[in-house]
């Protein structure tokens, strides 16, 4: 069994974070584990607090993950504080796994922020080079870039600028803008354009989570780049679908294994290659 490891802060009310990732795994049938970075007390509507982990507590979950399994890919989510983010990003160099796939976490869904703003230069120099992947929606790739995003023009301009900080592959994810959910890959070469209609709710709560954990369930698989993206975008699009109103804000994705994996043909019309 392939299998895949979260370094992620933990959602109590289960829609996003450690919790998202840890269903998508399941559902993608690999064998998912975590290492947490934070305990945010959160729920649909708001943050109301949170616990940042030490950085050696970090560190010590990392080693008791790759000293004894073998983890054939990484997402990383919600990373702090500088510390965290330099704790984090020296263990992976330690250990150097295939697939590292990283979403860039600054706020949640309700606004409350995630991630130290102060943190952006560490976030730059020390994470996002150690990235296969860097999965940004608008307005992370807009604080990255330092540049505004008005169309898809701007999402180009904005992986590339990305793409010069060293990961090897962009995702700029469309979630945030007008029209349809259309995410913008740029592997250093070419453009390539994910599409899907957009899902008129508020249910969004873990939607980056969903995504960045099927991308990196789908390497684990040992799909190529493209690939992983796609199906993984067939996934969090029928997640959003069939999305949960669980609490009084944005209600969470729903990960639901037979449907994905049996059910899907009749369901949605979609089929799984
Ligand atoms: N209302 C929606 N309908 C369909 N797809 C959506 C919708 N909202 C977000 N998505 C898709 O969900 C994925 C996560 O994107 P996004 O919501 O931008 O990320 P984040 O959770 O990091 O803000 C992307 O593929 C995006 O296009
Ligand atoms: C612990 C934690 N991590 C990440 C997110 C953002 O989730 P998303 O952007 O997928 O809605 C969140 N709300 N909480």
Known sequence: MKKVLSIAGSDCSGGAGIQAD?????????????????????????????????????????????????????????????????????KLKQYAPANIVIDPVMYAKNGCPLMNP?????????????????????PEAEKISSMEIRNVEDM?????????????NVLVKGGHAAGSALD??????EFYAFDAQRIETKNTHGTGC????????????????????RQAKEYVTIAIQHSLSIGKGHGPTHHFYELYQNGLKKETGITRQ
């Open 22 to 90: 840890l269903k998508t795994f399941s559902a993608h049938g690999v064998f998912g584990m975590s290492v947490i970075v934070s305990v945010v007390a959160e729920n649909t509507s708001r943050v109301i607090d949170l616990q940042d982990i030490r950085p050696d507590i970090i560190e010590k979950q990392i080693d008791a993950v790759f000293e004894d399994i073998e983890v054939d890919a990484v997402k990383i989510g919600m990373l702090p504080q500088p510390e965290c983010m330099e704790a984090v990003a020296e």
């Open 156 to 168: 180009k301009k904005s992986a590339m600028a990305i793409h010069e900080m060293g990961c090897k």
């Open 118 to 138: 102060d943190a952006i230069d560490t976030l730059i120099k020390t994470v996002i080079p150690i990235a296969d992947l860097l999965t940004p929606n608008i």
């Open 210 to 229: 969903t995504y960045s954990s099927a991308i990196a369930s789908n390497l684990a698989l040992e799909f190529g780049l493209q690939e992983a993206v």
């Open 184 to 189: 913008i890959l740029f592997d250093g070469n």
